[in-house]
């Protein structure tokens, strides 16, 4: 294993890179290195190393502070374009070479992001196991005989082992969830439309999502603030700005599950008794029960492969399935071909069907903040998918196909092993446009649950906080560390509370600044430094505030000589506005850093 491997999270690799420690050039040599061998059928395109280390030399001539993916690397599953490599959607003979990326990739390639090939998947993205591939059937990353879920088993993979920081799948009946659950990874499914689709293959051209893997929520989010954004290339993209955006849920918040006669786990007693354990730990985290009749849910769930959506399959491929019907593997050749059955009629009858059980179905939201579900209720191995991929395809979907047709975003979260230590996981869901207060209680569990981070047994060190998740996608604002008089209930915080100034986090920064008090006369004010290469550092205590950005000019006009704003490096990587001091200023002045921060110095004084 090379030292730099297995991958963690994106903060961690963030904070390396500013560090100097390492170079998104070292980073793809040692991923390359790791996935020539593909024992687990995670990939179907693999980038060649000149090419990795040519988005790796273009990353490292911008400033780390323009890309917020400054050199992550990442996966794309094989039905999502990346322009020169081709998408094959799992089918040899349908694949294609596409001059342009698909629009979320554009983004994540422009913020730093470094792709590293395409990923297997159950063909067309039609199943939820990951056997349905003629590349292989993709592994499970904790058991090589279980399934790894579809259809983005190989996205899940790769996050799992620490190939790649996250990765990109689709989802329109759970296809961005089920391979979370399996391999203990965060899957962000989000409100339909908010991630562009252009670009994508599609399996359910209404319904279809893009969907990020991930080691933690709060990765999810940052991926999320860049991938996201209206389109207007894509006719089903939505402008969010119309929309009120919950930051989160309430500390107190109702918590909804399916009643107990309605909770389907085919006979695996380990995820029953795991689900009844984060029940228990959601009321310790403040939430409160309600039972919900799941029927609606569950009757909205089998129209999916009926009428409408099972003809959307069959349009999606129409021409090459007509010709070359026999090139599509089986049971997808089946599924598709069964859009036939079903006539115009039909179609609109379902769709009258579906908008009579959502108005049934969004009558929950009047009783609950969300609802909670497993996110499949058993896993499989792969011989036993195998012998029944129609039915046991069908146990997977039982508390995820219904989540597009009815309009609700969703967050798969890791919750917990199993007895023979095979993952288990929980789905949270609520209304279209509340991605943020699920990624919000996402990380709220994962803190609770302090679970290692995928299958590469790294144990999370860093303790996100989960307030700043709520400000991620406020374009309008920007965030400043404050270190000294503008701290909370000191003397000059007024200037950011009048301003409309907002605290979104109480954290340090990266080890490698040093702290001075300007002078002997109190009150004093406190200059932060960067220290050069070789010189010791501190993690110095600061606040994260987020200010609005027609007032952040004010505010900066008024910081007198020597202090100024520049971008400091906080300890979980992220790159943010901060007051700075000249460092002519500090050579005569007291040294507190060892205080920790200005706040500490204060008390001593006292």
């Known amino acids: 294993m090379h030292p730099l491997m297995p991958l963690g999270r994106v903060s961690t690799l963030l904070q390396g890179y500013a560090t100097g420690k390492i170079k998104p050039s070292q980073v793809v040599r040692a991923v390359h290195a790791q996935i020539i061998n593909d024992e687990d059928h995670v990939w179907i395109h693999k980038l060649p190393l000149d090419s990795l280390l040519c988005y790796a030399r273009e990353v490292e001539t911008k400033e780390m502070a323009s890309l917020p993916l400054y050199g992550i690397p990442f996966a794309i599953k094989d039905n999502i374009d990346l322009a020169g490599i081709p998408t094959t959607a799992a089918c040899p003979a349908f694949s294609y070479i596409p001059e342009r990326s698909a629009t979320v990739v554009e983004k994540l390639i422009n913020a730093g992001a470094i792709p590293i090939g395409k990923t297997n998947l159950d063909q067309f993205a039609t199943g939820l196991n990951g056997t349905r591939s003629p590349y292989g059937a993709c592994h499970n990353a904790f058991n090589s005989d279980y399934i790894a879920g579809g259809s983005s ?50 399996a359910c051209r209404s319904l279809d999502c893009v969907a990020v893997f991930t080691f933690t929520a709060e990765d999810a989010a940052h991926v999320l603030a860049v991938a996201a954004g209206y389109d207007d290339e894509d006719i089903y993209s939505r402008k969010r700005s119309a929309y009120n955006i919950d930051a989160e849920l309430p500390m107190h918040f109702r918590f909804g599950v ?25 009321q310790a985290l403040g939430g409160e029960a309600v039972d919900i009749d799941f029927s609606p849910f569950l009757e909205a769930a089998r129209l999916l492969y009926q009428g409408p959506w099972v003809g959307e399959r069959y349009a999606a491929i129409r021409a090459f399935f007509k010709q070359s019907n026999e090139k599509v593997i089986s049971p997808v050749r089946e599924i598709i071909a069964g859009a036939e059955q079903f006539s115009a009629a039909d179609a609109y009858n379902s769709i009258y069907h579906l908008r009579a059980l959502k108005r049934q179905a969004d009558l929950i939201w009047n009783e609950v903040d969300c609802m909670v579900t497993p996110t499949a209720g058993t896993i499989y191995t792969v011989q036993t998918m195998l012998q029944d991929p129609i039915g046991l395809n069908a146990n997977l979907g039982y508390y995820t196909n219904f989540m597009n047709l009815l309009d609700y975003a969703a967050v798969a979260v890791p919750a917990g092993f199993q007895n023979d230590g095979l993952p288990f996981g929980i789905t949270l869901v609520a209304p279209a446009h509340q991605d943020f207060a699920l990624l919000h209680l996402a990380g709220r569990i994962q803190q609770a649950y302090k679970l290692p981070l ?24 920007v965030r400043v560390a404050v270190c000294g008089a503008h701290l909370s209930g000191l003397p000059l915080n007024g200037e950011l509370t009048a301003r409309s100034g907002k605290l979104l986090a109480r954290t340090k920064t990266s080890p490698d600044y040093r702290l001075y008090a300007l002078s002997e006369e109190m ?35 008024g910081i007198p000589k020597p202090l100024g704003i520049g971008t400091i490096t906080l ?18 002045a007291i040294d507190i850093s060892h205080t920790g921060g200005w706040r500490e110095y204060l008390k001593q004084l006292n």
């Open 571 to 588: 300890t979980n990587g992220e790159m943010v506005q901060g007051f700075l001091c000249e460092h002519h200023a500090v050579r005569n």
């Open 523 to 557: 009150p004093s004010r406190p200059g932060m430094v960067h220290v050069n290469e070789g010189e010791q550092g501190y993690a110095i205590d600061v606040e994260v505030w987020a200010l609005p950005v027609v007032e952040f000019g004010s505010f900066v006009a």
């Open 153 to 202: 088993s190989g996205s899940a993979v790769a996050v799992a082992k620490g190939l790649v920081c996250f990765s990109l799948g689709t989802d329109t009946a759970g296809s961005g969830r089920v391979p979370a659950a399996f391999n203990n990874l965060v899957g962000y499914k989000p409100t339909r439309g908010w991630l562009s689709t252009r670009g994508v293959v599609p």
């Open 454 to 477: 995928g299958a590469t047994g790294i144990l999370d060190p860093v303790q996100m906080d989960n307030k700043k998740l709520s400000e991620f996608e406020k374009n309008d604002q």
């Open 258 to 282: 399916p009643k107990a006669a309605q909770r389907q786990f085919f006979g695996n007693v380990e995820s029953e008794r795991l689900f009844n354990e984060h029940i228990a730990l959601l």
